[in-house]
């Protein structure tokens, strides 16, 4: 997702002791007890990790480390758990500069409170968890580790070159003395925040690089993590929505006589669903449980004003793009003379590439607790990719001001940049306020699929030359579609005299040595609502990019291999990943007849992988993806076994956008509505894969979550073409029928 993740400063924030009671655990890192207190329901539910609350005691040093008298330390969080290993990631780093292992301390998340940073801060989106945190959190663990050395050397009364930190203890070389965390935290407390900690060399990890456990599997295993459909609240009630399939309807009237008369419903009332600049009328049913509130909601009698969007279908919107692509669009890029370069060439080729809409299909649906309270305050329990998300956007709808919003963030169930998008939790917050109780609004999986909003569907219209000894010389990708943007951001801001970065994602960032290159965008109009995708516009525009240039090494009678790497000339980090990737995926060995393979690879914001996909041919005329061969460059690893987890994960859902079902339209309506005609990837379809992780340490910190995703389509639609002849230039496809 195109999340810019921004950073947190960390200052020293005050100093609070709160009076009384036990007066026995000091924390380091918070204005307030208040602000630690955990949710209604935890996220795990068990003490010991993620607990609620505090010793009243506190003090204040960065706000992401607090240690109490009696030597428990907890570590916050900010970045939400999606399934993408964060809730281990993050707390590493901080972890591994403190001098502590991971499971000796308890691990809460945050709920986009502002002392944690700024908007985006507390978010996970872009593979920018550990890209835009790495250095940040590890500070945050060094001055604290920092503060505590300084506060055993004072209290010894020794030199501090002297003292050093090991296992939660601050130990005296000289004299093998030694003393806790805990017993320091007051004194260290005091001290001035270092500017400047000098961070670990990743020689003396101990934490980091490791394949270390995730502390949140044993309780999703067990059942007793909690996720936002598990929230609850004294005196709660439930509803279910109901918004009108055809998108940009309008409510006219509804009767709830028979909703009413369904046992547990308390009553109907209209609600708003706010999309980015679009608005969406419904009609909520209230009740006592969710299965009364569902069938009640069945039971209601309402009628829309389509205005004029129950004509839309997709075979009409899929031809008004085409007609689009002979438009010149904006340049986004430009490199050399493309016109000229394309004229004179004595070999030319072009070729119109297409990807569908798709939802994000999460395994939780959207769900969202909320308790609007006197004073216009509302507090909420709702599984989200960002607490401060959440707060800035049920803020601005209910217009009040952002200290008024608490948010309790749980684990979610599956995001995919579907949960950057807060509607769900303003829905709900607007319903509690109107019928002033809290209320869950659980979504169906049908509300999932059919409302979006969705992946935008992209065309891309290239065309390429080729010298007269097979070298490329000429490339242009011209890519039409609607604009994410401008379905989100605020209409009068977005400028479509200008070139959309976010639709032109990649296509200026590939390293290949072509001498003319021109990319341009044509915007489309739509009435949907749109928005980030894992790996967003890549996840589209590398399948096109990548397979024209496999069409362009077969005019030009290459290996696909060979005429990338060719390409290549200087050093880059893409040349590396493709020199590696050819010795991985043993590129060079031939294949058994009926088998194929193809490569691919995609450097974008969030990172660079490159894969190599085998295929063979079925006997009933199909195709089956054999294995997938991965090599990601990361520069630095925090844990491998997640990063494994989420290539592979990405290869899953890259080969179900690519072969089983997007989302169309037909009379204003999803086609697709739930697993059964929006199909995923069966396990027994999953490949074989192996990821190879290029870490080499230093400076450069890539993504790992969505740079696995966009070369596996264009890798097996090449791998396709190999093993069968048949160029794949649109998706899906299905490989029971290639």
């Not at 009671?21 to 630690?36: Q, R």
Request: one cysteine or more.
């Amino acid at each position: 997702m195109s999340a810019k993740p921004t950073q947190t400063a960390i200052d020293r924030r005050g100093f609070l002791r709160a009076a009384g009671l036990t007066g026995a655990a000091f924390a380091l890192g918070l204005s307030s007890t208040e602000a630690i207190a955990g949710p209604v329901l935890n996220l795990s539910g068990q003490p010991g990790l993620a607990q609620p609350g505090l010793a009243p005691e506190s003090v204040e040093l960065t706000p992401f480390i607090i240690i109490e008298k009696s030597g428990r330390i907890t570590l916050m969080n900010p970045r939400p758990e999606i399934g993408q290993g964060t809730f281990q990631s993050v707390p590493a780093l901080i972890a591994e500069e403190l001098e502590v292992s991971l499971d000796k301390v308890v691990i809460k998340q945050t709920g986009g409170e502002s002392k944690f940073g700024g908007l985006w801060s507390q978010a996970v989106g872009g593979s920018g968890s550990i890209r835009g945190g790495y250095t940040q959190m590890r500070k945050v663990g060094a001055s604290a580790r920092e503060m505590l050395i300084k506060a055993a050397s004072q209290q010894w009364n020794v030199p501090i070159e002297e003292c050093y930190a090991e296992d939660a203890k601050i130990i005296h070389r000289p004299s093998g003395k030694k003393t806790s965390y805990g017993e320091l935290a007051e004194i260290a407390s005091k001290l001035d925040v270092p500017k400047t900690p000098a961070l670990k060399d990743p020689k003396d990890f101990k934490i980091l690089g490791t394949s270390a456990p995730r502390p949140d599997t044993p309780l999703k295993v067990t059942g007793q993590a909690q996720f936002g459909i598990d929230a609850k609240t004294p005196g709660m009630v439930y509803a279910s929505i109901e918004r009108c399939p055809v998108l940009g309807s309008n409510l006219v009237s509804f009767d709830a006589t028979q909703a009413l008369k369904v046992k547990g419903v308390q009553q109907a009332v209209k609600v708003e669903r706010v999309v980015g600049k679009n608005r969406y009328e419904g009609v909520a049913v209230i009740a006592t449980n969710y299965w009364a509130a569902l069938k009640g909601r069945k039971a209601l009698k309402v009628q829309w004003d389509h205005q004029g969007h129950d004509t839309f279908n997709s075979t009409d919107f899929d031809n008004s793009l085409r007609e689009l692509a002979k438009t010149d669009g904006i340049v986004g890029h430009s490199l050399g003379d493309f016109d000229k370069a394309y004229s004179d060439a004595p070999v030319k080729l072009e070729a119109l590439y297409e990807t569908p809409i798709v939802s994000h299909s999460t395994m939780e649906p959207m769900n969202a607790l909320a308790h609007y309270q006197p004073g216009d305050k509302v507090e909420l329990w709702v599984s989200s990719q960002g607490g401060d998300l959440v707060i800035d956007e049920v803020a601005k709808v209910l217009k009040v001001p952002a200290s008024n919003v608490k948010v309790h963030v749980m684990f979610n169930g599956g995001g995919f940049g579907r949960r950057l998008t807060q509607d769900f939790a303003s829905e709900a917050a607007l319903l509690s306020k109107t019928i002033g109780k809290p209320v869950k609004v659980v979504w169906t999986r049908e509300d999932d699929t059919i409302l979006g909003p969705f992946r935008p569907m992209t065309y891309s219209a290239l065309r390429g030359a080729l010298s007269s000894d097979g070298q490329a010389v000429a490339l242009q990708h011209k890519v039409i579609s609607p604009s994410i943007d401008a379905t989100m951001g605020e209409t009068e801001k977005y400028d479509k005299a200008k070139p959309d970065g976010t639709m032109l994602e990649g296509t200026n960032e590939q390293k290949y040595e072509i001498p003319n290159v021109n990319t341009r965008y044509v915007h489309a109009e739509v009435h949907i609502p749109l928005s980030y995708w894992r790996s967003v516009t890549s996840s589209t525009l590398a399948f096109s990019h990548e397979c024209f240039l496999d069409e362009m090494a077969h005019k030009a009678g290459q290996d696909p291999m060979a005429f990338r790497l060719a390409m290549l000339t200087k050093d880059s980090d893409t040349k590396r990943v493709l020199t590696k990737l050819k010795e991985f995926s043993g590129w060079d060995k031939p294949l058994p007849a009926g088998k194929g393979r193809g490569v691919a690879q995609w450097e974008f914001f969030a990172g660079l992988a490159g894969q190599v996909v085998e295929v063979s041919r079925t006997e009933n005329g199909g195709v089956k993806v054999d294995k997938v061969y991965c090599v990601i460059d990361l520069g630095t690893v925090v844990n491998p076994d997640t990063v494994k987890a989420q290539v592979e994960g990405a290869i899953a859902m890259a080969i179900t956008a690519a072969t089983k079902d997007g989302i169309t339209f037909e009379h204003g309506r999803a086609v697709q509505a739930n697993f059964d005609k929006n199909r995923m990837l069966r396990i027994n379809e999953m490949p074989e894969v192996e990821v190879l992780i290029l870490a080499e340490g230093g400076p450069k910190i890539k993504g790992v979550g969505e740079p696995g995703l966009p070369p596996l389509a264009p890798a097996l639609a090449n791998a396709v073409f190999a093993a069968t002849g048949k160029r794949i230039r649109r998706l899906p496809f299905d490989l029971a029928k290639v």
